[in-house]
């Protein structure tokens, strides 16, 4: 059977991936948990919030980069816990400087803590700075398709807008708009926030997305490792079906069988 993940790879920042399901890091039992979740997600971009993930900036304490070694997977930093453009910026270039150059961040700066959306008047200016200093930038934005172009136009290489709020496992709450998004974008539009289960992973691959970002609805699981090979089939089957082509909504029942020529 044809490999489908390997003829139709996910392309950021120039490199490709056969795995369109990007993974967080946090909340996590331990970091062992958090290997072996990884594995089964079958992801190759993990999410690590600078912020509150040791990644060698203290010594003598474990070290995330231990289980999740950079030369398997490509360590996505992110600016969690920010709330302005200058602790964003800031963040992204801690980040650069403990990983030897590494270019490609997350970037999200959140409006307040009760809600964790996002500020986009903030993450605009922030944006624009880390395009400006050499970044590849992922941005954490919502589901405001003008906002979306906008943070494209900026030079950002993925733009991921909310389904629903950070950790509420609504899931996609926002089709028409995510539909919107995704039919003017030249870059990557990965659905970032809100997933809760399986088909909600789906749901977001059905309609065109280019990846889903999750952590809560797999750390969060009854049992973590299960749901995140769960995520990694739901997201490679709404991807296909994507591809496939779903047949038309219809009013009325339509014969599976041809009617024409039936015998009398």
Excluded: W
């Excluded at 971009?45 to 912020?51: G, H, L, M, Q, S």
């Excluded at 995330?64 to 950079?70: E, F, K, R, S």
């Excluded at 290489?157 to 389904?163: H, K, N, S």
């Excluded at 539009?189 to 952590?215: F, H, R, Y």
């Amino acid at each position: 059977m044809t490999d489908f993940a390997s003829t139709d790879p996910l392309v950021i920042a120039g490199v490709r991936y056969s795995s369109r399901l990007l993974t967080g890091t946090g909340k996590f039992a331990d970091l062992e948990q958090t290997r072996v979740a990884t594995e089964a997600a079958g992801a190759q971009i993990v999410t690590v919030a600078i912020r509150r993930t040791n990644i060698g900036q203290n010594p003598g304490e474990p070290n995330l980069l231990d289980v999740l070694p950079p030369e398997r997977y490509t360590i996505l930093p992110n600016t969690a816990g920010c709330y302005t453009a200058d602790d964003a910026v800031r963040t992204c270039r801690l980040a650069r400087e403990l990983l030897e150059g590494h270019k490609l961040v997350k970037l999200e700066v959140l409006g307040d803590q009760r809600t964790l959306y996002p500020d986009v008047v903030q993450t605009l200016a922030a944006a624009e700075t880390l395009v400006r200093d050499g970044f590849d930038v992922m941005v954490y934005t919502s589901d405001d398709p003008i906002l979306c172009k906008r943070l494209e136009e900026i030079g950002c290489v993925a733009v991921m807008p909310l389904a629903a709020p950070i950790g509420s496992g609504l899931g996609i709450q926002n089709r028409y708009n995510l539909l919107e998004i995704i039919e003017q974008a030249k870059v990557p539009i990965i659905v970032d926030a809100g997933v809760g289960t399986a088909s909600d992973a789906s749901i977001a691959m059905e309609l065109g997305c280019d990846g889903v970002l999750m952590n809560t609805a797999i750390a969060g699981a009854k049992d973590p490792v299960l749901m995140a090979h769960a995520m990694k089939l739901a997201v490679e089957a709404g991807r296909t079906a994507f591809k496939a082509g779903r047949i038309p909504r219809k009013r009325f029942a339509s014969a599976s069988s041809p009617v024409d020529g039936l015998i009398g």
